[in-house]
């Protein structure tokens, strides 16, 4: 009889997820926005600025740990460390035009803005995808599990609680049932106001049912 298959610790699906998520809801909500009414625009800017911060954290991490796991090895020529520096590039484009909208709104600016958000998204869908196959492929053979728990120890400790709050927000309704509840248990042992925040956090942006399974895993009553 086979042993059941056990999955190899994985560095990028959950929080990818997490981030297409993230950045889907965003375009969808720029391209509805009212840029010359200045509280939806100022309501954008919000889910904006938590968004970016994150993804500025996620960059940072990769580039500072995940990365690394390849270092000295042959492997490390397919890392798309350039990808993150045109990456950056328009994403600090984007920055400093959201900027200039929320100082006076400009529909014709707003919906340029727009569709260089959609484009940036579609050039990190693939960014996401490459690092998904190729590069987490790459660290599998050469790193083990334990490795890459302790790998994924070091970024968390240096995660912002702030994009920690918006990566939890868009990682629970994200990723599939299994999984969600599987991370949750993990965090079972954490301290009470960590749980308690994850699970005000899974009320909020999951159905009933589905935070009462998060409140339980949680090991909260």
């Known amino acids: 009889m086979n042993a059941p298959h056990t999955p ?7 929080i990818h997820k ?14 509805a926005t009212d840029w010359s009414d200045p509280a939806e625009v100022a309501e954008l800017g919000t889910r ?8 500025h954290s996620h960059t940072e991490h990769e ?24 990456l950056d590039d328009l994403l600090h484009d984007l920055e400093e035009r ?28 693939h ?3 490459e690092e998904e196959t190729t590069v987490m492929a790459a660290i599998w053979r050469v ?15 240096a995660t912002p609680a702030p994009v920690t709050r918006t990566s939890i927000r868009w990682l629970l309704p994200a990723i ?11 965090l079972a042992g954490a301290p009470a106001p960590v749980r308690e925040m994850v699970a005000d956090t899974a009320r909020q942006v999951l159905a009933p049912a589905d935070a009462a399974q998060a409140r339980a895993a949680l090991g909260l009553a």
């Open 8 to 14: 190899r610790v994985d560095l990028f699906t959950g």
């Open 18 to 31: 997490a981030l297409r998520a993230g950045l889907f809801d965003l375009t969808a909500r720029a391209g």
């Open 48 to 55: 904006w600025d938590a968004m970016a911060e994150l993804l």
């Open 63 to 86: 580039d500072k740990y995940i990365f690394r796991l390849l270092d000295g090895h042959e492997a490390a020529l397919t890392l798309p460390e350039d990808d993150h520096r045109d």
């Open 98 to 125: 959201f900027a200039v909208l929320r100082a006076g709104g400009d529909p014709d600016a707003g919906l340029a803005w727009y569709r260089d958000l959609a484009r940036y998204v579609g050039t990190t869908l």
């Open 127 to 129: 960014h996401l995808h």
């Open 143 to 157: 790193r083990s599990d334990e490795e890459l728990s302790a790998c994924r120890e070091q970024f968390l400790a």
């Open 176 to 186: 599939e049932r299994p999984a969600r509840l599987g991370w949750l248990a993990g």
